[in-house]
């Protein structure tokens, strides 16, 4: 989708999310919830954040 750069693992916060699968942050956030999009995981009480091989994986889903 974008040519930014992402980590080879670990997690990632919403903000660098949006910058390689360019959604509105609504329009995540729906699909997070309709399972179209994967599932954050929690890492303390404020931080939520995606697992890098799922970002990856749900892009390269999309380049079919």
Request: charged share 30%; glycine share 4%; hydrophobic share 40%.
């Given at each position: 989708?974008?040519?930014?750069?992402?980590?080879?693992?670990?997690?990632?916060?919403?903000?660098?999310?949006?910058?390689?699968?360019?959604?509105?942050?609504?329009?995540?956030?729906?699909?997070?919830?309709?399972?179209?999009?994967?599932?954050?995981?929690?890492?303390?009480?404020?931080?939520?954040?995606?697992?890098?091989e799922d970002i990856r994986e749900l892009i390269?889903?999309q380049q079919v």
């Amino acid at each position: 989708m974008n040519n930014h750069k992402l980590p080879e693992t670990g997690f990632i916060r919403l903000r660098e999310v949006l910058k390689v699968f360019p959604v509105s942050k609504s329009t995540w956030w729906a699909g997070v919830k309709e399972d179209r999009f994967p599932q954050p995981v929690k890492l303390g009480p404020k931080i939520t954040a995606w697992r890098v091989e799922d970002i990856r994986e749900l892009i390269a889903s999309q380049q079919v």
